[in-house]
């Protein structure tokens, strides 16, 4: 199904290694939202850990795991409200640790993701890359996608999401510095004829600030979500059918284009290769 669904965008900043009190903030969060309207409300990355985590160790003992008391109560609030939302926390899953975005519902844990491209900062240089894929959920109102922060700025991942059927495009991330972010969110939507959503945190940990600036574009590419440098609940609502046609038709039988559709896949053969003089960083680099 597609249709019209009332999204939100939380900006919000947890405390670093503080899970319990954190998943509280999310828990009151999300009530807000939905009853303002919001159907599916976004969280940050690590909303529910923090990042800036200084050694394998620290994140371990910090870390969440899946069926722990902080997702579990997240599940159950969205059960009672009958809503969607997508937060996500430092996992702990044995002796590893995954950067994870879950998505829960009415019908409790729809799904995770686990972040595939890690980099030399915070968390992410003691968590393993997620080797799950990309994969998509259908939702009452449209299917969405789930990447994080980083996994942004390679856009395969974007692609690949949306050639799984994603509409909705979601990325909780962390960013310290906005450079380039509103431009990136709204090429990786109208590049993949899908509304793209991103969630940032406010709020400063060991001296890192975080600085807002969610944003939400629809399939052209237009900004229809715009969140500020402070904490807040941002509103839109998308109608998601909007992202089931890929053909833009400027003169018909003269000036049309499908971005989808008109890709050469057997001519993308570099973009597989591993590059043999490649220096992997974060967990890659050091685990």
Known sequence: MSGVVAVCAAQIAPRLGEAAANSELVGSELEQAA??????????EAALTGYVFESFEEGLSFSISADGPEVSALIRTA???????????????????????????????????????TLCLGADRFTRPGGEGFNVFPLPFGTVGLHICYDGTFPESARALRLEGAQ???????????????????VRAYENRAFYLAVNRVGEERGVA????????????????????????????????????????????????????????????????TQPDA?????QRSR
């Open 35 to 44: 009853s303002e309207g919001a159907m599916l409300t976004v969280f940050p």
């Open 279 to 283: 220096q992997p960083t974060g967990s």
């Open 79 to 117: 059960q009672v409200l009958s809503t969607y939302a997508v937060f996500g926390a430092i996992e702990r899953d044995g002796d590893a640790l995954f950067n994870t975005a879950f998505l829960v519902g009415p019908d409790g844990l729809v799904g995770r993701y686990r972040k595939v491209h």
């Open 168 to 186: 909705l495009l979601i990325l909780p991330t962390n960013w310290p510095r906005l450079d380039m972010k509103r431009e990136m969110i709204r």
């Open 210 to 273: 975080f600085k807002g600036g969610s944003a939400a574009a629809d399939p052209e590419g237009q900004v229809v979500l715009e969140g500020s440098e402070a904490a807040g609940r941002f509103h839109a609502e998308i109608d998601l059918a909007r992202a089931d046609q890929s053909r833009e038709i400027v003169r018909s039988g003269e000036y049309e284009l499908d971005l989808i559709h008109d890709r050469q896949p057997h001519l993308y053969g570099a973009i597989t290769r």
